[in-house]
């Protein structure tokens, strides 16, 4: 009998993420976790939905559910990084797979079922590679489409397999409950659907289809088509990151970053000509130093073009000594060191142009030079920020990084100064006393207004008279909230010097925020 094209092998790890994520920060497995995207619970372990907690909920209400929960914010990059570790297993006995998530793996049946004999002979032996490697929960399901496939994998005991012949796949997606499509797939039609008495997936594969994208959208047809069993993707090999790491333990403890950076010199270098030989360069690296108390040092390092074997030697330098410039004695002896290159690039793409890039490389060079003398977080760069006061509008992002977080500076947000920028503005705003027509302090009445007209501006014990004022602006944000609360008055002033200055008036103290030229 010939083998369909479509069918398919899906393998699935039941609660991947949360389990990886307690790998990684060796916790034990009956510690409750979840996993928070944007202060929303992305996924959580047994231990967790034991006490009710559940994906969806918001952080505070999993908290209030268990109060001894541990919430960690989830890393998409890392847990792909994680399970392509567990895949190359996979890979290495079947190639050609296709990762579809952190979790969730999907590859042609017919190559690898004609080599070990047997659909089920060669999920069972690619079930068994995995639980070598210490992965318990594992599931496997086989039918004619990715979509079937996954639905089977979904309906199988830990270590099992569940396959759905041929001639039996639609007749299989008809009588799964359409609950098990993802919330996004219906667009939150799923409560209309089952108050119009459609419940399986072969009741809304009945449908009419010029219906159903009348009612739902197009998106909605794409689904009709998964109802009907027919699903047309196809297996898309998944490249798979070559790791490149050291590890290194130290026989004694080192307490000089001098001996660190020379220790492992010779390693780091191998490893910059280990990725130089794949074609490929190194544009983001992990470091992760542990000291002889077991204490875990992790950060990630990105590079503005890519690393050399030097670079690495730098970053390992910068978070070992944290704060510190010198080479003076650590405040713990690091025992351990683990470099690992975690992004990477294609040579091609930054080979220099026709006539060179020689000023960048300059610039970047003595740039770097600066940062080993004085500091990492020494040498900045400036990027907008979020936020209504001045301060908050830029951000400092040390040089060879990029900023952390998504950038929320072209949003909305009411009471930012608007207009003409200042050309100086103070990191931190410095303390001045501005005076009223009546020779006190300027205040501000319940109203938002003020007391008199302002006067004059002292400065450092300096009174400047002031030729003209505008104001007040307010700014009063987070007011349900006693600990966060901010309520500032912002004016504008000249003095008699001809000098422009930003004012801000918060809790009764004047300060100077920013100057103008």
Not at 230 to 242: H, L, Q, S
Not at 284 to 304: A, F
Not at 458 to 468: A, E, K, N, W
Request: charged share 25%; with cysteine; aromatic share 6%.
């Amino acid at each position: 009998m010939t083998q369909s094209m479509t069918r398919s092998l899906v393998l699935w790890f039941p609660g991947w993420s949360t389990a990886a994520e307690a790998r990684a920060r060796g916790l034990a497995p009956e510690s409750p976790l979840a996993l928070v995207v944007g202060g929303t619970v992305f996924a959580c372990n047994d231990a967790a939905a034991s006490w009710g907690v559940k994906a969806g909920q918001r952080m505070r209400e999993a908290q209030a559910a268990c109060p001894q929960i541990e919430i960690r914010p989830y890393d998409i990059d890392a847990d792909y990084r994680a399970f392509e570790s567990v895949f190359q297993h996979v890979e290495e006995r079947a190639p050609g797979g296709q990762i579809l998530q952190p979790g969730l793996c999907v590859l042609r049946v017919r190559g690898p079922s004609r080599y070990y004999g047997g659909e089920h002979r060669a999920a069972e032996t690619l079930v068994d590679a995995v639980r070598s490697v210490g992965i318990r929960d594992i599931r496997a399901g086989i039918a004619d489409g990715i979509f079937p496939a996954e639905l089977a994998a979904r309906r199988a005991e830990p270590g099992r397999i569940v396959a759905i012949p041929s001639e039996q796949t639609a007749r299989f997606v008809a009588a799964v409950p359409i609950d098990e499509l993802p919330a996004d797939a219906l667009a939150g039609a799923g409560p209309l659907l089952h108050r119009l008495g459609i419940h399986l997936l072969g009741d809304y594969a009945r449908l009419d289809v010029d219906q159903v994208r009348d009612r739902f959208g197009p998106d909605a047809v794409r689904v009709h088509r998964l109802a009907n069993g027919d699903d047309p993707r196809m297996v898309v090999p998944t490249g798979i990151t070559v790791e490149h790491e050291i590890r290194r333990e130290f026989d004694e403890p080192l307490d000089r970053v001098d001996q660190i950076a020379f220790s492992l010199r010779a390693d780091i270098d191998a490893l910059a000509e280990q990725v130089t030989a794949t074609g490929k360069v190194a544009t983001s690296i992990s470091v992760e130093l542990c000291d002889e108390s077991g204490r875990l040092s992790e950060r990630h390092w990105l590079h503005p073009r890519f690393f050399r074997a030097a670079d690495i030697v730098d970053r390992v330098r910068w978070q070992v000594q944290g704060a510190h410039t010198g080479a003076a004695a650590l405040a713990a002896p690091i025992a351990a060191v683990r470099i690992a290159v975690v992004g990477l690039d294609d040579r091609a793409h930054y080979e220099a142009g026709l006539w060179g890039d020689a000023a960048d490389q300059r610039v970047h060079a003595q740039l770097t030079r600066v940062q080993s003398m004085v500091g990492h977080a020494e040498v900045c760069t400036i990027e907008p920020g979020a936020g209504r006061l001045l301060r908050e509008r830029q951000l400092l992002v040390p040089w060879g990084e990029k900023r952390r977080g998504a950038d929320r500076s072209g949003q909305p947000w009411p009471g930012a100064q608007t207009g003409v920028a200042p050309s100086l503005v103070l990191e931190k705003a410095a303390e001045v006393t501005v005076l009223d027509t009546e020779g006190a302090v300027a205040s501000i009445t319940e109203r938002g207004t003020l007391t008199a007209p302002l006067s004059a501006l002292s400065i450092g014990g300096t009174v400047r008279l002031l030729r003209g004022w505008a104001g007040p602006w307010k700014i009063d944000v987070r007011w349900w909230d006693a600990r966060t609360h901010q309520r500032v008055h912002r004016f504008q002033a000249v003095d008699d010097r001809g000098d422009a200055w930003m004012l801000t008036l918060q809790n009764g103290r004047w300060s100077i925020e920013a100057r103008y030229d």
